[in-house]
């Protein structure tokens, strides 16, 4: 029994003790990594680098380039082509995120409620978020006609005089939001439904207590709570507004004109339709920066929003 206990310690130590580094096996990572690093690399980096570096160059389709420095980027201060297309883009940006946002947070609250027939009439309403945009366009260039549009055919039974919609230069873009504004508030419904149904009952119960109305509940219990779910929105339809090309091209080009270019199509009709891939680099270099200033941005309001703070003011 002695010569046992007193061979215990050495045992556990023996346990204890780190084996020789020459059994350890060295694990590497990298065949695990380096595929996902190569489709990065080839698929985002590349395409980026290649994109900066013919920003630096004077160069045509089918001709020689040449070493300009900044030159292109110089050039953007000077086109008013440029210049119109860029307050096209932040005018389009701004009603397309506008309005979808107010009509979207407003079904929201509505089918928040309960009512007969709530799941049906939701599935009905998201119908237009699963369309494609093309599809969308062709019909919509169909309901924007001056003279066969169903659009202008339903105003007239209210008594209202035929549009020009997209035919005009002053109502172009906003005809254009409209389409966009369709299709996309259902996504904000989605979102700003899944903020309410976040929402405890017991703050609606203590308001109702101290005599609160449904606008005080709204203003000082719901919007609170549901902010951060609209800076989510926010964010979504901003970068989305931003790039958005499918639709406005196919169903104005642009046009009439240059009433409707935003500078994607502005950068499309550079690089493909005038074969000027270095001027239109540096369209697309500077176009990138500005969606990652505004994506910033909104990311720092977004990281300020609060959930709590409710009830102040009540």
Known sequence: MTILVEQQPALIADANAAP???DIARVSYWPFVLP????????????WAFTLWMSLHEWRIGGAHSFVGLQNY????TDPRFAEAAWHTLLYTALAVVAPLLLGTLAALIFNQRFPLRGLMRGVFVMPMMATPVAIALVWTMMFHPQLGVLNYLLSLVGIGPQ???FHPASVIPSLVLVETWQWTPLVMLIVLGGLAAIPLEPYESAEIDGAGAFQKFRYITLPMIAPF?????????IDALKSFDIIYAITQGGPGTASETINLYLYSVAFAYYDVGYGSAIAVVFFALIIVLSLLLLYLRQRSKWADIGVGV
């Not at 690093?37 to 080839?42: A, N």
């Not at 110089?74 to 201060?77: P, T, Y």
């Open 20 to 22: 020789p580094a020459r």
């Open 74 to 77: 110089l050039r953007l201060g």
């Open 36 to 47: 996902a690093i190569v489709v990065v690399g080839s698929v985002i980096v590349f395409p």
């Open 164 to 166: 020009a919609w997209v």
């Open 230 to 238: 609209l800076m989510v929105a926010v964010i979504i339809r901003t």
